[in-house]
């Protein structure tokens, strides 16, 4: 039976590929965490998704988020009878977001199974002296990859379900923002990570009057590993405009912009 995997972002991808992986990989370079959702077989959600980002994040190109979508797409469309597709999910908001909308778009005969990164590294390599967290699948060495294969568990049919109808919640929401509660993937408003960011810049301006922007999304990322630079980006841009932070230099370029606090 050939076997496509699905994988979100190019570095768990380019890993995959750089082993010698001997499988088709399809890698969608969207995180799923945050903007609006919709079929993500139709050519207007990845148009909106692109839109979005370059709204949010002050992206310039979304070229390759969209070529990633048509490559997807393309592969839906072109896949053979009994192709099978391997889902790549890690603990994060935005795989497991993928993982939800990709087994809720491909046939209900189509067979799937799902590699939870993140489980399947610890029961493959930890020991009772090494402990490893695996907070995106792109993490994985290249070299580690084929082992988790045997971790692959194909959902039952009240599972697909199952993800169908969490799917269908999050596209009923209309919320722009996926966040892991309690274990599990919800929809939460816009604001929800904001205290967590200005925490983490009270502490950095704690010490200095000014800090660059992209020290504050480098701190953000290492304490909260699921949450991607583009979010955080979009999110501190929020801050300023509310007034929560004061910026000097580019609003578009995280490099070229720096923050610190109001006046009080």
Not at 7 to 28: H, K, L, Q, T, Y
Not at 64 to 69: E, F, G, K, V
Request: with cysteine; charged share 20%.
């Amino acid at each position: 039976m050939p076997t496509t995997h699905v994988v979100m972002g190019e570095s768990a991808a380019g890993s995959m590929r750089a082993w010698g992986w001997p499988d088709p990989i399809v890698a969608v370079r969207d995180d799923l965490s945050a903007g609006p959702l919709g079929d993500v077989l139709q050519e207007t959600t990845w148009a909106s998704r692109a839109d979005w980002w370059m709204m949010a994040a002050g992206y310039a190109d979304a070229s390759d988020l969209l070529r990633s979508w048509q490559a997807f797409g393309s592969w839906v469309g072109t896949r053979a009878a009994d192709d099978e597709a391997v889902i790549w999910m890690a603990d994060n908001p935005a795989e497991i977001t993928l993982a939800l909308g990709v087994a809720a778009s491909l046939p209900n005969t189509m067979p799937i199974r799902v590699v939870h990164s993140t489980k399947a590294y610890g029961q493959a390599y930890d020991t009772p002296e090494v402990q490893t967290v695996i907070a995106r699948t792109g993490e994985i060495p290249a070299d580690r990859f084929a082992p988790l294969l045997e971790y692959a568990v194909a959902p039952s049919d009240a599972g697909r379900r199952r993800a169908a109808a969490k799917w269908h919640g999050f596209l009923k929401s209309g919320s722009p923002l996926r966040a892991i509660i309690n274990g599990q993937v919800e929809s939460v408003g816009a604001e929800y990570w904001d205290p967590a960011i200005m925490d983490q810049a009270r502490r950095r301006l704690s010490f200095a009057g000014s800090v660059q922007a992209i020290q504050l999304v480098g701190d953000c990322i290492a304490w909260h590993p699921h949450l991607g630079d583009r979010f955080v980006w979009w999110r501190i841009r929020r801050l300023v405009e509310s007034g929560a932070l004061r910026s000097a230099g580019s609003l578009a370029d995280m490099r070229d912009c720096t923050l610190s606090l109001p006046p009080r």
